[in-house]
């Protein structure tokens, strides 16, 4: 059931229910009205009788009626009937007991069906007391009644027509902003994210979710451009290797070859294909790093054994790399040295910084500075290489991005996006600092192992009342 008709059978309801208690009330008060009024009418008939038996003595049977269906009867006290006037016998079966409870004061009211009468006492002035039933058919007090309750229920039943009918149109008018709020969102597409929904000058709840529909479609674009230029630059990167390797064996296929140049041209080959298992590793990489951070599987690492690893596997790889590792202090507990991580990440991370820091520097130099601090690590890595341009450090960490001064060494760009991704699932900060031509210097901060658990703690507070918070409209 959509939300119109809902509210308008609520409004209904509600009304009906309204105006069935107005008209109830009103149909019960009347009746008890009429009621009042008639058992009024009984009292003084009964009296007015008593006053003409009293100065006449006996009444004529011929006495006029002045109800309708009208009946006395007077009793002595013994309950023997001294008088009695009307066509039936006694309409109500009177006993001693009912004779004794009606007093001077204390009439009885009785009612059977359409018929009512009452009950009173009364003394001569020879001090002898009767009884007087006086009862009668209050047919147009009847008649009055019935017509009310007519006239009620088609009230009744005419509120209810004009509530549906107002319900529909109030439902109608509310809902219609929302309906033009369903129109905009689904005309917008892959197509046309830029676009965004009207929120008009109202500062209702309907702005704030047409806000926040526009905060988010403002991320999806970020996201989706981000997208977009990622998956160009990738087959970019892998359209380059592949081009290169194309032309290469289309050279050698040109004429026959003698072994070494065929051994010369694969090993061109094997040299391309390696600078694309690269790239393809650290778009593997980056991907994983980009996944769910509960994904991955965290355990204590220790940052120095990290480190010496690091270095030993760049010197591996490339034997003239030179890096030169200083603590600054250590800490007094072994515990300062752990930090909370997944190991392959961080090596990756930290690899990438010394590989740069080489690589960009004609003397292939980088020294690691670590310092403890409680519950923080903190290394410096810094090189004395050709540094980056000031307008470039902002776009560093962005996937694919390479200054112009480096376009001559080999990369690809993703290492440092990958760093930086690495960093911040290990909830930790890096900057960097570079002066063209003399040097560049990252500084990377991590939480250690107990503070690692506090700060996951706050997170997930703050996690907790953000999304507490999200449903709310301001
Ligand atoms: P790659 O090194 O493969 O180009 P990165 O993501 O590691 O990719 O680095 C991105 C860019 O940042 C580099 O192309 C280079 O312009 C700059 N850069 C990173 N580290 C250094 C450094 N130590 N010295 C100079 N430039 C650097």
Redo the contacts with the bound molecule.
Sequence with gaps: MNIRTRLTLLFVLLVALIMLLFTGSVYYFYDQFRQQEFQQRLEERAFTTIQLREDVGEIPRTDLSFMIDEQITIYNDQGLVLYSKGTQRPRFPVSPGLLRRITTRQPQYLRQGDIEAVGVRSQNSRGQSFVIFVSANDRYGFSKLDRLRDLLVVGWLLSLIIAGIAGYLFATDALRPVAELIAQVNSISATNIHERLRVGRQRDELAALARTFNALLSRLEVAFVTQKSFVSHASHELRTPLTVMMGQIEVTRLQPRTTPDYEAALDGLLDEVQNMIRLVNGLLELAQANADAVMLRYQPVRIDELLWQAQSQMTQKKPSYQIDIDFENLPDQEEDLVIMGEESLLQTALQ?LLE??C??STDEQVSVRIAFEPGEIHLTIS?H????PPG?IQH?FEPF???EN?LTIR???????LTRRIIDLHQGRIEVE?ALNKG?TFRISLPTQTNAALRQSALHLTNETHSDNSLDIH
């Design positions: 990438n740069n820091g690589k960009y090189d290489g050709q540094g980056i470039d560093i991005f390479r200054s480096v990369g690809h760009g993703i290492g440092l996006a570079s560049t």
